[in-house]
């Protein structure tokens, strides 16, 4: 008996994971198709090695030199090549890291004055260590999985930043190190999810050290640390934690800059970093608010060329700005703009997102904060590369799944985004690469995700608004060609010129001179498509940063994150929001309880009726409890003839169930021990759509309302000090209690190593629950799986037998023509009830409908679960004992 999954693995493909696949090793915890990916991509990347590579890998391959031949008080003064140094110390150690095994593969890699070295072994070399280090980012995506509340969700947000054609182009193909560092950012990311906030801040502080570019999103980190870590909710600064993350940042600043801090090279170290001559644009406009504005200043100089208007023009901007040279940016009618001038612009946005985050510090809050932090940064800074889109994509692409405006948002960002890097990509072959990877990544995308967020639009403006930005989207088809087409037209019409004229290229006017003859000529157009993917994707983008901050400033923050959650229902800087939601919770409460006793009336006059039937029927004495109420019953008989057995609508908890699916968090006590935390993986698994969460200090209410904030349906909670397991129903009821005997982990079972876990959803075997009591328990452990399909190999039995109710879980193989081969997979277990409680956990004042008590469990041959027990049903549908009339 082979059978196959992982033992805590994401959420797969339920419509092959029949639990009899091969798996890889299996205690890497790595599903099938997560090795698929990796393979698939690994092999990609390979077959790209030939591929075009820019002046970044001659850059890197310098920097290899540097670090490899001197010694460290010359990294950053170095001057032989024009490639200087001039990334964090970090990075240059990474980077001497990578040069031991360069100098034992190829000696000339590392020689300083071997300069645009690029044979072979060094092309294969640098273009492997891109793929080694990038599975970091690998490991960061798969632990964000792991923890998920929504893991199918996840794992197409994960395998999409994995697969990001970001990374393909600037890493694989044009060269550099992004995956490994944005891998850095996710672990530093997944540890703020998971609460553990100092690991959070040390490997952003260890980030900021390897590429000094994320000090685009360090504010958002400072204030979320300093609010969330280092103040408590009161307001009182927590001194501990504070000097806890201020030593540790201390600490890797003065491993980063310590040595040259002690050479006296700091000057020379920043003057490295932050170059600020450069001009206000690169050399491609990244597709920001200053693209949109030269464009306009272009667009201004050219109306004035033809019409002659008299407006001021400087001289010195009538120079094209469009060219492809890196160089001071001079407006030629709009006034130009400084550095302190997208300084300030900087700081006026993000003061805003800031305020908003230090008045709500949940995780989703600080990732959307994150995320419009570097928004900022990116469409008002100061020469801005397009490659540093990324720093907005890659956290955007953790908030892709929340909802459809987080959705819309993400794919105008991304679609513009990727769009504007294609120009780092020119020749053909690249040229074919990047648009297909491309146009499969978002297909993948929006398959994947449009469905699980569609909401349909509110209004006609959100009808309008859709339509419009499909529009956008669909206008990326025209500029595609149009890019592709202008240039070959262009060399037709000049070459057309030419010929007439007898003119040689080099020669023609510019018609950007004002007062210059304009030709029809287009070599003064060779970087109009330049301009116009810049101009067109900064529409997009802008678009989608206005789109953000709306649904930022706008939304109340609830992230569906396993600890955010709770967070948000304990937050002081939310009472007014918290105290609305528990009056509203309170109210339900009592309408329901209002509805649930006027169904136990309508019970109980329909079984007086019945009763008093019986009675007249048989010919029999009325009854003394009947003899007051005979006469008003018996006149009421005559229209009770077609009349069934009133239903439960209000009592029923689990109406929908089968038409919504369960969604259940599994948690432990506190201070669980290692063999409790492994029974709690392995029920995880046991419950599809559950997700594990740790425990930590917070309370049984918190927890409730934690699970209120993000509609889940059941609650379980696992114990080990006296062997309990309760699953609480929310948002009403009922909680059941349960005792656990003779639990064998998966590990502990035979055919542990042969076999693997499942995720389809299961088929349910009941034994043994024919009475009310085994009815309604049967019905709180069947409503906690979805229903499965009909192919599903996967079953799990509950057969009672002297009220224990034993627990199996098995998946088959049917084997032509009529046998099935059966393997266990486990956990499996005894249980056994012991109390029913009409409310959730966290009601302790709720009423007990059952309850285990002294003598039911000594009594001999009285068995709750299969019919000789006492239980009549929920004591609200129960007639009330009635008075013994006086005789």
């Known amino acids: 008996m082979v059978v196959t999954a992982n033992n805590d693995s994401p959420a797969q493909d339920k419509s092959k994971s029949t639990g009899y696949e091969k798996l890889w090793p299996q205690n890497w915890g790595i599903s099938t198709t997560e090795w698929d990916i990796l393979l698939l991509s690994t092999v990609l990347k390979v077959l790209l090695f030939p591929a075009y590579r820019s002046t970044d890998f001659e850059v890197h391959r310098n920097w290899l030199a540097i670090t490899y031949s001197l010694p460290i008080s010359k990294w950053y003064c170095d001057t032989t090549s024009e490639w200087t140094l001039d990334y964090p110390p970090f990075f240059a150690y990474f980077e001497k890291l990578l040069s031991i095994p360069a100098s034992l593969i190829d000696p000339k890699i590392v020689d300083l004055n071997n300069l645009n070295y690029d044979s072979w072994s060094v092309i294969a070399y640098q273009r492997s260590t891109v793929i080694l280090t990038e599975l970091l980012l690998g490991a960061a995506v798969l632990k964000f999985v792991r923890g998920a509340v929504d893991p199918a969700s996840q794992f197409i947000i994960s395998a999409t930043l994995f697969l990001h054609p970001g990374f393909l182009i600037i890493d694989h193909i044009h060269f550099q190190y992004n995956g490994f560092m944005f891998g850095i950012l996710l672990w530093s990311i997944l540890m703020a999810r998971n609460g553990n906030k100092l690991a959070s801040g040390v490997l952003f502080a ?215 890097l294609f120009p780092l990509l020119f020749t053909p072959a690249e040229s074919i690469i990047k648009v297909v990877y491309s146009f499969l990544w978002l297909t993948f995308v929006y398959i994947g995700l449009s469905k699980r967020v569609y909401e349909f639009p509110r209004s006609l403006y959100y009808v309008i608004l859709d339509v419009v930005e499909k529009v956008y989207l669909a206008g990326f088809v025209l500029l595609q060609l149009f890019v592709v087409l202008f240039p070959l037209l262009s060399a037709r019409s000049k070459h057309a010129i030419e010929t007439v004229a007898c003119v040689p290229s080099d020669e023609v006017i510019c018609p950007d001179v004002v007062d210059a003859p304009v030709t029809t000529d ?70 329901y309880v209002y509805a649930k006793s006027l169904e136990a009336q309508e019970r109980q006059t329909y079984e007086r009726k019945q009763q008093l039937k019986d009675v007249l029927a048989s010919g029999k004495a009325l009854p003394t ?62 419950f599809p759509n559950s997700h ?46 349960f005792t656990l005997n003779n639990v064998a982990l998966r590990h502990d079972i035979a055919t542990y190593k042969e076999s ?117 049903g929920p004591r609200s549908s129960r007639p009330p004992p009635s008075k013994k009339s006086k005789r």
Not at 541 to 568: C, D, H, K
Not at 841 to 846: D, L, M, S
């Open 625 to 686: 409890e009947l003899r007051k109420d005979a006469n008003s019953l018996g006149r009421e008989l005559a229209f009770d003839e077609a009349q069934a057995d009133p239903l439960t609508h209000i009592d029923n908890e689990y109406s929908r169930a089968g038409v919504q699916d369960p969604k259940i968090v599994i948690t432990t006590s506190r201070d669980p021990s290692s063999k409790l935390l492994q029974f709690a993986k392995e029920m995880r698994l046991v």
């Open 206 to 420: 260890i980030l900021l050290n390897f590429k000094h570019i994320y000090m685009y999103i360090a504010p958002a980190y400072f204030i979320y640390l300093l609010r969330s870590f280092c103040i408590s909710p009161s307001g009182q600064l927590q001194i501990k934690n504070f000097l806890a993350l201020a030593n540790a940042v201390i600490a890797v600043f003065t491993a980063s800059l310590g040595p040259f801090f002690l050479m006296g090279q700091i000057p020379q170290l920043l003057s490295r970093l932050f170059p600020f001559t450069r001009g206000l644009n690169h050399a491609y406009w990244a597709p920001n608010v200053w693209a949109l504005v030269t464009a306009l200043d272009r667009v201004l100089l050219k109306y004035i060329q033809i019409t002659g208007a008299s407006i001021s023009v400087n001289t010195e901007g009538m120079q094209s700005t469009s060219r492809g040279l890196v160089g001071d940016t001079v407006f030629a009618v709009i006034p130009n703009v400084k550095p302190v001038h997208t300084f300030t612009f900087t700081i006026a946005f993000q003061s805003i997102i800031l305020f908003k985050l230090w008045r709500n510090p949940t995780y989703k809050s600080f990732l959307t904060a994150l995320t419009l932090c570097g928004y900022v940064s990116y469409l008002f800074g100061w020469h801005v590369h397009e490659k540093a889109i990324l720093l907005v994509l890659v956290p955007l692409s953790l908030l892709a799944a929340e909802r459809q405006a987080y959705f819309r948002t993400f794919m105008l960002a991304s679609v513009a985004g990727i769009f504007s």
């Open 692 to 737: 594990r969460i740790n425990r930590g200090n917070y309370v049984v209410k918190e927890l409730a309302e934690a699970c209120r904030a993000n509609d889940v349906t059941d609650l379980i909670i696992l114990h080990e000090h006296r062997d309990a397991m309760i699953v609480s129903h929310f948002p009403h009821g009922p909680t059941v209690f």
């Open 756 to 872: 693997t876990v499942s995720e389809q959803y299961p088929h349910l075997i009941f034994e043994n629950f024919s009475s009310k009591l085994g009815e309604r328990i049967r019905d709180v452990l069947k409503y906690l799986f979805p229903v499965p399909k009909e192919d599903s190999k996967r079953v799990m039995t509950f057969a009672n037998e002297d009220d224990f109710i034993s627990f199996r879980h098995h998946v088959f193989l049917k084997i032509p023509p009529k046998q099935v081969q059966l393997a266990e997979v486990g956990p499996r277990f005894e249980m056994k009830p012991y109390e029913i409680r009409q409310g959730t956990i966290e009601q302790t004042e709720a009423e007990k409908e059952w309850v285990l008590a002294h003598y039911s469990r000594t009594a001999k041959k009285r068995n709750m679960l299969t019919g000789s027990g006492s239980y009549s």
């Open 522 to 591: 287009a070599s003064g157009m060779e970087f109009l498509p330049l301009m116009v993917t810049s101009v067109y994707c900064a529409v997009g983008i802008v678009w989608g940063f206005i789109r953000l901050m709306f649904v930022y400033l706008n939304e109340e923050t609830t992230y569906q994150g396993p600890l955010s959650a709770i967070q948000y229902c304990t937050d002081p800087a939310v009472p007014a929001k918290f105290s609305s939601m528990l009056r509203r919770q309170i109210r339900e409460r009592r309408q």
